[in-house]
Each structure stands twice: as structure tokens, then as C-alpha cells.
């Protein structure tokens, strides 16, 4: 498994790096020991934060609120949480080794 995802008694954590106002939502892939993701959204006012565990949920094929970010509020170094998820079902949704 990837270094990105780690699995928790909550869930799995996904460690990311955002590219903020990007032309698209995507996932870019891995950059080190986490994902690399870009999103359309601006960093003002939590607007990437919020869009970032959205995108995640939505690739996941979870609810939104199953999508917690852990740390990295200010940062394009990100810590998410999907709740009570399986690593192998997130690695596969992630399309991530």
C-alpha cells in the first residue's frame, strides 16, 4: 500500500497535497508520501478545505461527512480522515498501489 493512506481505528487517514485554482477538480497522482490533488477553489476563507474533502467523498463514493480534514487547514499539506472506510476500498477508488 501507498504511504499516503494509513489505516486507523477511525478509518483511513489520506495524506494530500492541494494545488488550489486549478482549470479542474482531478487527482493528479502520488508526489512523495502523499496524493497530489488539484482543485478549482480559491484558499480563501476555507473554500479549498471544504472542496477538498468534498472532491475526496465524492471519489471515495462517500458522504460528505464521512470526509474529515484531520490538520493542514492553512497549508497545501493536508491530513483527511474517511470515517469508518476500508484501506483496500480507498486505495481503489484513489486508483493508488
Known amino acids: 500500500m501507498n504511504a499516503a ?16 485554482r486549478a482549470s479542474r477538480n482531478e487527482l493528479v497522482g502520488v508526489q512523495g ?5 488539484r482543485l478549482t477553489s480559491p484558499p480563501v476563507e476555507g473554500a479549498a ?3 477538498c474533502c468534498e472532491f475526496l467523498a465524492d471519489l471515495c463514493g462517500v458522504a460528505k ?3 474529515v480534514l484531520l490538520s493542514g487547514a492553512k497549508s497545501r499539506h493536508k491530513r ?8 483496500r476500498l480507498v ?3 484513489l486508483k493508488v498501489d
Not at 33 to 37: A, D, G, H, S, V
Open 80 to 87: 483527511l480522515l474517511v470515517r469508518d472506510a476500508d484501506l
Open 65 to 67: 461527512s464521512q470526509v
Open 49 to 51: 478545505n471544504r472542496l
Open 91 to 93: 486505495a481503489r477508488c
Open 5 to 20: 493512506l494509513t489505516e486507523t481505528s477511525e478509518g483511513v487517514r489520506v495524506a494530500v497535497y492541494v494545488q488550489p
Open 33 to 37: 508520501e502523499e496524493l497530489r490533488m
